[in-house]
């Protein structure tokens, strides 16, 4: 059983940074790509960025590509997202997902695994 774990989520204000960590377990992490998804009070889940298998490409949504990054270490099983510059709009529930793929995708049904989201919260 796949088991996605996150942390490092919190409260910062606008303009700062935070760093969240996915933990995974339960199938060989190498072989797929990761991603990052957020759902904001009532608003529906929305793509963030997502890595291929071997960290190679990234993909990132508009609204961060140039303030967040993602990263992965595959000898620690665990995928990373550096988020800078952020701004009140960022306030989510940020959620890791394991792809069923190793190519990174936005697509939500490729991706069968899920962690249980950790609350970002930025003050103005």
């Known amino acids: 059983q796949v088991q996605l774990v996150e942390s490092g989520g919190g409260l910062v204000q606008a303009g700062g940074s935070l760093r969240l960590s996915c933990a995974a377990s339960?199938?060989?992490?190498?072989?797929?790509?990761m991603g990052w998804f957020r759902q904001a009070p009532g608003k529906e889940r929305e793509f963030v960025t997502a890595?291929?298998?071997?960290?190679?490409?990234?993909y990132y949504a508009d609204s961060v590509r140039g303030r967040f990054t993602i990263s992965r270490d595959n000898a620690k099983n665990t995928v990373y997202l550096q988020m800078n510059s952020l701004k009140p709009e960022d306030t989510a529930v940020y959620y890791c997902?394991?792809?069923?793929?190793?190519?990174?995708?936005?697509?939500?049904?490729?991706?069968?695994?899920w962690g249980q989201g950790t609350q970002v919260t930025v003050s103005s």
């Open positions: 339960g199938r060989t992490f190498s072989k797929y790509a």
């Open positions: 890595i291929t298998w071997d960290g190679g490409n990234a």
């Open positions: 997902a394991q792809a069923t793929i190793a190519i990174a995708t936005a697509l939500e049904y490729e991706y069968d695994y």
